[in-house]
């Protein structure tokens, strides 16, 4: 992670709690409570956000200028692009303007997911990355060390060892982030230092799979 100079911290709760909700929240289970306070830098970073069709509350309130095709996306889902600034066309002094009906997109993202793999969000991201050097986890059990040791060692691995993967594998920060918390469990496996790294690729896209299934189920 980069190195930024010294600040405040601010507090990003129980790691395995927050580990437990992110992976519901990527199951499309729930979204994120995220500690925000003021600041609004996912609004400002030049995001997209993509409009499901479950998000026709929040469609209905954000003019269609701003709503737009894009390629790879299912049928059905949409994008809001932002302005030529980065900032979300939704925000308003500062504030989302459709907040009550933000999308599922919006409820998903926390920035803490970059904390908890020890990877900056991405060049261009700096209010992010700011939060994201702020954010502290705490550690009530041991438990809440070892799996955060397991995500940052997933991360590590699948952005420094691309080469030991069969499939493509995600190469931005946020699919990383992801595909760690997705597959952590690998790297609870006390053993796991003994094994090829052909064989710990595999098991990683094992567990990235057995996870994405429960959410097709």
Not at 36 to 42: A, F, I, M, Q
Not at 76 to 101: A, F, Q, W
Not at 132 to 156: G, K, M, N, Q
Not at 182 to 205: C, G, N, T
Request: aromatic share 8%.
């Amino acid at each position: 992670m980069t190195q930024f100079p010294a600040q405040s911290s601010v507090a990003a709760g129980p790691f395995s709690a927050w580990l437990r909700a992110m992976r519901r929240s990527l199951l499309g289970n729930e979204g994120m409570d995220v500690p925000c306070g003021d600041c609004v830098g996912c609004c400002v970073s030049g995001y997209s956000v993509q409009l499901r069709p479950e998000d026709h509350k929040a469609a209905a309130r954000i003019p269609a200028t701003f709503i737009v095709s894009a390629p790879g996306f299912t049928k059905g889902h949409l994008t809001v692009r932002p302005l030529s600034n980065g900032v979300c066309p939704m925000l308003d002094e500062g504030k989302c303007s459709i907040y009550s009906v933000r999308p599922q997109t919006c409820l998903d993202y926390d920035c803490r997911i970059f904390a908890a793999a020890g990877i900056d969000a991405g060049e261009g991201k700096d209010v992010i990355n700011k939060r994201v050097h702020e954010w502290r986890f705490s550690y009530p059990e041991r438990s809440d060390e070892l799996e955060h040791a397991a995500v940052r060692a997933a991360a590590t691995f699948i952005r420094d060892r691309r080469d030991s993967f069969t499939v493509r594998v995600p190469a931005g920060p946020m699919g990383i982030a992801v595909f760690a918390i997705k597959s952590y469990e690998v790297f609870l496996d006390a053993e796991i230092s003994d094994k090829s790294d052909a064989d710990v690729a595999r098991a990683i896209i094992d567990a990235v799979r057995a996870f994405d299934s429960l959410q097709a189920g």
